[in-house]
């Protein structure tokens, strides 16, 4: 293993990511304080308890699972995208690095920027509400391995996309949908039937209730069967993303 | 040890349907000064792709002092540094970020790295600009930031695709004098240039592409004799492969 190499590539990740930070953290850190101020406290207030907590409290959860999805995402897409629109990925095709260590590499760049950005959105909310983290170990877990996912579902947008309209694809017609789809507002019970059911088979709901119960204590699934879907996916996902590094999928000529 | 720097065999690399690299075979000795020639399009700089890992090739094998650049890919990478024809970086990074991030690349631990880095942005004289965007720097400045890439691991094989386009004449000389004292030094170069002028000051060995085949290979002696110059005998290599 190449750990100056990767450590290296890492860092380089990370200096992009604070090089941008206005983009990169401002940015989301500002859309969750409008978030938490309207639906939290606004809309919250009048709400009250909430399957037991305050609304703002059952909210959190999903917010912070949201931009840490967004932000891993929109990491990795658009580090690998621009590098081969540029052509700075040449840099790391021409050393000594394997195809893990590149994917190491990005990944960990997301999982960086999907933890700060989502930890500094629980810091936000600190301001509105006495949030809670029941299961410290939990929630890092939880949210590493969510980011892991999404820097790899990231990376193959990345690769696959030859335009900036194709970067954002997923994101708009997938991504986002079942986010807010998956239980970020609402209680999976306050659906129709037919959408619980939807809901169900949604594998947004299962990161969203696995971070809730990891802050809140509250949960409606399995957040064992949470855990082993998103292992199945970061397995999945990382095979995938190896092997079109191996084979040079739009990266190589 | 292994005496070829660089071996190619039956090398063959096709996008789509057209033949880019059409089976070409040679080898490179460690410590020649090799000048890779040919016109534009005739596979020179997909032939670098491919030693590099930059291109998949569909045929052939190519080896890095004996290793083989798919199957051991990290290795041979280890012996290799390219200064590219285009200028493949992050336009927003500073200069010496450039470097120091090529270094850690390549392995060289943070204290030696820092020292590594002084030296070769020294060598091309870029101390003062280290702390400039690749974007600010002037075409010749950013030249020398992409040579000073390829050089920063002290690389045994250095593959130049036109280094000297688009510099002046300061520069083109120093990065002469420069060569020469790594070639002497033991380090293999390949490099490729329109400028004849210059391969025949700087190579003890050319290989002339052409369509993608090789249209000759030799020492510069067996070019440069009977009062042609390396131009004449190029012109007429290549004049007499088109009329093929």
């Not at chain 1, 658009?78 to 590499?105: C, N, Q, T």
């Not at chain 1, 029941?134 to 391995?145: E, G, I, K, P, V």
């Amino acid at each position: 293993m190449n750990f100056i190499g990767l450590s290296t590539f890492v860092s380089r990740e990370i200096g992009r990511m604070f090089r941008v930070w206005v983009q990169t953290l401002v940015t989301p850190w500002i859309s969750a304080l409008l978030y938490i101020f309207v639906f939290g406290e606004i809309v919250g207030s009048r709400i009250g308890d909430f399957a037991g907590v305050s609304y703002i409290d059952f909210v959190l959860p999903g917010l912070v699972m949201m931009n840490i999805i967004g932000s891993s995402f929109a990491h990795a897409s658009s580090s690998v995208y621009f590098m081969k629109w540029i052509r700075s990925i040449d840099e790391i095709l021409v050393a000594p690095l394997s195809y893990l260590e590149m994917i190491l590499g990005f990944v960990i760049g997301g999982i960086v920027r999907g933890l700060v950005v989502g930890i500094g959105v629980y810091i936000v909310a600190l301001l509105f509400t006495a949030a809670t983290i029941d299961h410290l170990a939990l929630f890092l877990l939880y949210s590493m391995s969510i980011a892991a996912v999404f820097s790899l579902l990231g990376m193959l947008v990345g690769l696959w996309a030859k335009s900036f309209e194709q970067l954002s694809l997923l994101n708009t017609f997938i991504i986002m949908p079942l986010t807010f789809l998956g239980g970020v507002f609402n209680s999976i019970h306050m659906l129709p039937e037919v959408m619980q059911k939807f809901t169900l088979i949604n594998p947004f709901f299962y990161f969203v209730d696995g971070l809730r119960f990891a802050m809140i204590g509250i949960r409606e699934s399995n957040v064992m069967g949470g855990a082993i879907l998103i292992a199945v996916l970061v397995f999945g996902l990382g095979t995938l993303v190896w092997y079109l590094f191996k084979i040079g999928y739009r990266i190589k000529d | 040890m292994n005496e070829k720097a660089l071996e190619i065999k039956n090398l063959k690399k096709e996008y789509g349907k057209n033949v880019a690299v059409n089976g070409i075979s040679f080898d490179i000795k460690q410590g020649d000064f090799f000048g890779f020639l040919g016109p534009n399009g005739a596979g020179k700089t997909t032939t670098i792709k491919c030693i590099t890992g930059i291109a998949n090739f569909q045929g052939g094998a190519i080896k890095v002092f004996g290793i083989d650049v798919v199957k051991e890919y990290r290795d041979a990478r280890k012996k290799i540094g390219l200064a590219p024809q285009e200028f493949n970086v992050d336009i927003f990074a500073k200069a010496k970020d450039i470097v120091w991030y090529m270094a850690g690349y390549y392995g060289i631990p943070t204290k030696e790295r820092q020292a590594a880095v002084d030296k070769v942005l020294a060598k091309f004289e870029m101390t003062e600009h280290a702390d400039k965007a690749f974007q600010e720097l002037s075409g010749g400045l950013k030249r020398r930031v992409i040579l000073a890439r390829a050089m920063v691991h002290d690389p045994d094989l250095l593959i130049l695709d036109e280094p000297t386009a688009g510099v002046d004449v300061e520069l083109r000389r120093d990065l002469w004098r420069y060569l020469q004292e790594m070639n002497k030094a033991g380090k293999t170069i390949l490099l490729t240039s329109h400028y004849l002028e210059e391969v025949s000051h700087l190579c003890n060995k050319i290989g002339i592409i052409n369509d993608g085949k090789i249209a000759a290979i030799g020492e510069l002696s067996d070019f440069v004799k009977d009062g042609k110059t390396l131009e004449d005998r190029y012109l007429e290599i290549t004049a007499k492969e088109n009329k093929k």
